[in-house]
């Protein structure tokens, strides 16, 4: 069973970091395309990042582009997501998923991830 663990989240202060991670088990992590995806309160989630399974290429919003980075460590089966210049509309709870077929390129639409992390909350104070 595909199994994704979020960590990393919690208050900071406008223009501070955070690295979440995520740990995935159950599946052959690098052959899979993982992303991110985030949930603010009253919206719909949204498409963070992504990377192939390789690593070699990687997504952004737009929103976030230039502030975070995505990476991953195959031998560790973790993804990360480091976020830099946070600011006050960056606050959510932030998922983790894997994409449904494998050597993928790291799509940014959720149905084509097939298991997601319970999530971790993010809050940026002003």
């Known amino acids: 069973q595909v199994q994704l663990v979020e960590s990393g989240g919690g208050l900071v202060q406008a223009g501070g970091s955070l690295r979440l991670s995520c740990a995935a088990s159950?599946?052959?992590?690098?052959?899979?395309?993982m992303g991110w995806f985030r949930q603010a309160p009253g919206k719909e989630r949204e498409f963070v990042a992504a990377?192939?399974?390789?690593?070699?290429?990687?997504y952004y919003a737009d929103s976030v582009k230039g502030r975070f980075t995505i990476s991953r460590d195959n031998a560790k089966n973790t993804v990360y997501l480091q976020m830099n210049s946070l600011k006050p509309e960056d606050t959510a709870v932030y998922y983790c998923?894997?994409?449904?077929?494998?050597?993928?390129?790291?799509?940014?639409?959720?149905?084509?991830?097939?298991?997601w992390g319970q999530g971790t909350q993010v809050t940026v104070s002003s």
């Open positions: 990377i192939s399974w390789s690593g070699g290429s990687t």
């Open positions: 998923a894997v994409e449904s077929t494998p050597y993928g390129k790291g799509p940014q639409r959720e149905y084509e991830y097939d298991y």
């Open positions: 159950g599946r052959t992590f690098s052959s899979y395309a």
